[in-house]
Nanobody
Framework: QVQLVQSGGGLVQPGGSLRLSCTGS????????FGWFRQAPGKEREVVSI????????GYADSVKGRFTISRDKAKNTVYLQMNSLKPEGAAVYYC?????????????????WGQGTQVAVSS
């Protein structure tokens, strides 16, 4: 059974940085593509970043390009989201997601396994 446990998050000032972690159990990360999504109150869940298992290729929402970085540590079965230069509009609950497929997509409906979510607040 695929399980994803998230850590990280919290309160940060605008311009600050946070790193989110997503550790998987019950599966081999090598065969899974990952995504990070976020959902702010009253808004729909939106993609932040994706990573494909086939070649490690990555993708980002335009709103976070150049500031966020997705990465993975196969030895730790963990995927990370490094968030720099955070903006107030980045405040949301962040979710990691995984799916056994070679190429990740930007659509949350294509991911079947989800972490518990972690709150990110950006405020001075």
């Amino acid at each position: 059974q695929v399980q994803l446990v998230q850590s990280g998050g919290g309160l940060v000032q605008p311009g600050g940085s946070l790193r989110l972690s997503c550790t998987g159990s019950g599966f081999n990360l090598d065969y899974y593509s990952f995504g990070w999504f976020r959902q702010a109150p009253g808004k729909e869940r939106e993609v932040v970043s994706i990573m494909s298992s086939a070649d490690g290729s990555t993708g980002y929402a335009d709103s976070v390009k150049g500031r966020f970085t997705i990465s993975r540590d196969k030895a730790k079965n963990t995927v990370y989201l490094q968030m720099n230069s955070l903006k107030p509009e980045g405040a949301a609950v962040y979710y990691c997601a995984a799916e056994r497929r070679a190429l990740a997509t930007y659509y949350h409906g294509d991911f079947g396994s989800w972490g518990q979510g972690t709150q990110v607040a950006v405020s001075s």
